[in-house]
């Protein structure tokens, strides 16, 4: 678990969409925010105070969460005198880029003087056993999507906040960085040994009472060549007994793919259901979450009128309208 609350590092992120990974903390858990760090030419802002290392740990910062992402998801060594000062300040520092901070020397050696982690949220910290399939007791709703980055994470954000707000037994189970970051645990699943990434998501979503929701973190899609595979194994491991569709409607084609045109909702219901029934087969389709940000508020009134009256599904954009009426649609 990740000590809160955080100084996010926005470093020299080049746009607001550099920082995506510090966006999504602070539009879920802002809570847990004490302040950003930038550095000179950064073009994000969130919007937080602006803190130097020594500001953010009189304010009571634990984790430095390092939220900017560069080409290549590589640590820049422009941020390295920074990280450091804050190891030795007494901070953690929590990464999921690619490389690694424990591979970089002077600042393992800062953590190790001043007795800080590093935390690589991107490399599993266990092992994972191989999925065995046996019904779990407990509820599970996974989010699917007709792309990558359409919003899963957020509708199951979403779902939690809606259904905590209730009363209702509910947990986001994160399977990727930036929900790792948030919540300050979980599984990065696309890091995981393909053999045990069912095992693990069995693991994250384990035996809970009746009448409790863990909302899973979807990632990739079925449909997406590059990355279909984790998303079979969310399926499977997680073994949903609610399936949310999720979609961004200004898309024309997948992902980094231009020569790959986006799945119809009805192809994906279509493709997730029948996966989905191998592991269990009382799973439903009960929502669609549209990702509306691209359009104005006439515009995704009138997407979400059209594909709810088409698909006979509640249709709604769970962050921009709230998450109530895909919670009602939970059996």
């Known amino acids: ?10 470093g020299d992120a080049p746009d607001q969409l550099a920082a995506k990974v510090a966006q999504g903390i602070k539009d879920w858990r802002p809570e847990h925010c004490v302040g950003q760090l930038r550095l000179e030419g950064c073009k994000a802002n969130l919007g937080l105070k602006d803190m130097t290392v020594e500001e953010a740990r ?10 900017a992402a560069n080409r290549g998801g590589v640590i820049s060594s422009s941020w390295m005198a920074t990280l450091t000062a804050a190891a030795e300040a007494g901070m953690d520092i ?3 880029l690619h490389n ?7 600042l393992v050696e800062a953590a190790e003087k001043a007795g800080t982690q590093l935390f690589d949220v991107r490399v599993p910290q266990e ?17 699917v999507g007709t792309d990558c980055s359409v919003g899963k994470m957020y509708t199951a954000l979403a779902m939690e906040r809606e259904m905590r707000q209730r009363g209702m037994k509910a947990t986001f189970r994160a399977t990727g960085q930036t929900g790792i970051l948030i919540t300050g645990s979980g599984v990065p699943l696309d890091a995981v040994v393909a053999d045990f990434m069912a095992g693990a998501v069995e693991k994250l979503t384990p035996d809970n009472d009746a009448d409790h929701w863990d909302l899973i973190e979807g990632q990739g899609s079925l449909f997406h060549p590059s990355f279909s595979g984790v998303t079979m194994a969310l399926i499977h491991g997680g073994q949903p007994d609610s399936l949310v569709l999720c979609h961004e409607p200004t898309r024309t084609h ?9 799945p119809s909702l009805e192809a994906l219901r279509d493709l997730a259901l029948v996966t989905a029934q191998i592991v269990n087969p009382d799973v439903t389709v009960t929502g669609i979450s549209v990702n509306t940000a691209a359009l104005s508020a006439e515009e995704a009134k009138a997407c979400l009128e059209e594909i709810e009256s088409r698909m006979g ?7 921009r309208d709230g998450a109530g009426r895909l919670v009602d649609a939970l059996s």
Not at 58 to 67: D, F, I, M, R, S
Not at 100 to 106: D, I, S
């Open 1 to 10: 678990m990740l000590k809160t609350p955080y100084l996010l590092f926005l």
């Open 58 to 67: 009189a304010a009571g910062a634990e984790t430095l969460v390092v939220g």
């Open 94 to 96: 929590a990464s999921g």
């Open 100 to 106: 690694r901070l424990t591979a970089q020397k002077p």
């Open 127 to 143: 092992e994972y056993p191989i999925a065995d399939g046996k019904k779990r007791a407990g509820k599970r709703c996974l989010a």
């Open 254 to 262: 997948m992902r980094g793919l231009p020569h790959y045109g986006l």
């Open 313 to 319: 599904l509640p249709t709604i954009d769970p962050f």
